[in-house]
């Protein structure tokens, strides 16, 4: 069954939500995962892939935007829109609704600022998931 886990930042800013998510990527990719990281649009798409590019100076994180001419040969894939079937087995959720393809992931993360919009939308998705017969688990960072 799916693992879905919530991690909550201390922080308030948007930008450290994109830093985590560079974290679990390095993580999951050494485990010899395929990740997809979902967005809200194509601008949060060009940040996410940008920072990824120079996340670490010692260390590189093969990625693409999914629809590029890489997006088939590398673990990291950025979208905005669904992943496509059997891509990506963790999911790295950056937008504030729940995943609608969750069924096809083995690990969804999903991080929440500590905003009180974030900390609203990350309720929401638990409700979600709960509803789905998955037991989410949650870390404070």
């Not at 069954?1 to 679990?24: G, P």
């Not at 995962?33 to 996410?48: E, G, T």
């Not at 979208?79 to 990506?88: L, R, V, W």
Request: some cysteine; charged content about 25%; aromatic content about 8%.
């Amino acid at each position: 069954m799916t693992q879905v886990n919530f991690y909550t930042l201390s922080s308030e800013e948007e930008a450290s939500k994109r830093q985590f998510a560079c974290r679990l990527c390095e993580k999951a990719i050494a485990l010899g995962h395929r990740v997809f990281i979902q967005v809200s649009n194509d601008a949060d798409c060009r940040l996410v892939d940008d920072l990824l590019w120079q996340f670490k100076a010692t260390s590189f994180l093969p990625h693409a935007i999914l629809g590029s001419e890489a997006d088939d040969a590398v673990p990291i894939l950025i979208g905005s829109g669904d992943c496509p079937a059997d891509a990506s087995d963790v999911l790295i959720n950056l937008r504030s609704e729940a995943c609608q393809q969750h069924h096809q992931f083995e690990r969804i993360n999903e991080i929440i600022t500590a905003d009180a919009a974030s900390l609203a939308a990350g309720r929401e998705c638990y409700r979600f998931y709960q509803s789905q017969g998955y037991q989410p688990e949650t870390h404070k960072l």
